[in-house]
Every structure is written in C-alpha cells, then in structure tokens.
C-alpha cells in the first residue's frame, strides 16, 4: 500500500514540485493551502506524513499541527526563519529542510522519517528498557509512565530510547544529532527543543528534571532514577 503524505504550502508552485518529486517516489500525495480549517478537513483522514510550510502565514496551521494525531512531520523553513523553526519543533515536527531545498533532498528525508515511524529506527537493538516506572517496549514503540502510555512523536521516542541505552554517558548536541537524526550537521537547537518535550512528558518535575539531565559545557545524560536510589 502506497503512503499518502499531506502537503501543506499556500504557495501552489511549490506544492506541485514537492508533489512531483514525492509522487515519483512511490507516494501518494495531497495538497491543501497554509487555512487552518482547510487543514482540519484533510486531517480527518489522517495521513501517513505531512510536509507543513512554515511562514507567518502557516502559523495558524503550525498550531493546528499541534492539535494533530501523531504522525510524522516535516517543517520547510527558510534560513533565517529560526524561531518558526523552533516553534515548529515545539509542537512536535520531527524535521526540517530549509529553503531554498533539494525536492530529492527532501524525498530522502521523508524516505527516512517515515522509516522511524515504522520502527526502523536504530536505537540500539530490541527489547524493553526500564528505569523505575518508565518503560520503553523498543519493539512495539511504546512508553509507559506508571503504566499510563505516553505520547511520544518518532525523534522523542528516539531520543529517549538511545539515551536510555547509554545510561550515564555524556552525549554533546552534535552527537545526538548524528547519533538520533542522522544529520552530519545541523540546528543545534533541534536537540534542545526535543530534550525540553522530553522532560515535559518523563519527568516528575522538567524544570528539575533527574531523569535527562543537563551536562554543563557538554550536552545531556540520561541518569536512571533506579541508580539514584
């Protein structure tokens, strides 16, 4: 079965090309505009992922992105545009490209955020990973908190899933970024933001956070509560 990817731009150019490109790739696509109740039509048939434009005129729909079920999704932003950008990931996209972009740079990473979305990410190997009351089924992609399931997009589950495999080891951003996103190089402040919805969602206390903590000068450790007694 064919995936159907969303694509979300007011600018028609721009979507006939990104549709093209994905099309060729195997894709069924859709193409909506930047209106927030536009959108909210197209996603009560959920896509398999969305590739949303991010300019002040999408804002409503970053927000509407928001209000989504989980599925993957890819931001374009441009180059100056960082606090879009941030806001994006903050709702919970899982990448970006930044115009002016490749069409078949963007097809490889829709290849590849799809390909952790069906769980073939590599985190480390199978299995359930457990510290006190958190559980991750690495098998099944999911996570449970006192035994209530927590919502995690694929980069969080990720994330989380090799820090937990690496218990105590100091990892700087750029390695999480190669390590986690696969990226050579990139916005540092992907790590930061997916870190911060991390804490929000695994920790007792994200401005105290004893789970995923910060390494002053280095980057992130995750340190087991069971170590912690």
């Not at 955020?113 to 069906?118: Q, T, W």
């Not at 190997?125 to 996570?143: H, I, K, N, Y």
């Not at 694929?154 to 989380?160: A, I, P, S």
Request: charged letters at 30%.
């Amino acid at each position: 079965m064919k995936t159907r990817i969303l694509v979300v731009d007011g600018d028609p150019a721009v979507s006939e090309v990104v549709a093209r490109y994905l099309e060729r790739d195997g894709h069924d696509v859709e193409c909506v505009g930047d209106g927030a109740e536009e959108l909210r039509r197209a996603l009560t048939r959920p896509p398999d992922l969305m590739v949303l434009d991010v300019t002040p005129a999408g804002l409503d729909a970053l927000r509407v992105c928001g209000e989504r079920p989980p599925v993957p999704v890819i931001m374009l932003t441009s180059l100056g545009e960082e606090i879009d950008r941030v806001a994006g990931l903050e709702t919970g996209a899982d990448d970006y490209v930044v115009k002016p972009f490749s069409p078949r740079e963007l097809a490889l990473r829709v290849r590849s955020v799809l390909d952790r979305a069906r769980g073939g990410a590599v985190v480390g190997g199978t299995g359930v990973l457990r510290d006190a009351d958190l559980v991750v089924d690495v098998d099944a992609r999911e996570v449970r908190l006192g035994g209530v399931e927590v919502m995690l997009t694929g980069r969080e589950f990720d994330l989380l899933a090799y820090l937990m495999r690496n218990p105590g080891q100091a990892f700087g951003r750029a390695a999480l970024l190669h390590q986690v996103w696969g990226w050579s190089f990139g916005d540092s402040s992907t790590v930061t933001v997916h870190v911060r919805r991390l804490r929000e969602k695994v920790e007792a206390d994200p401005a105290q956070p004893r789970r995923i903590v910060t390494v002053w000068g280095v980057g992130y450790r995750y340190q087991p509560l069971e170590d912690a007694g």
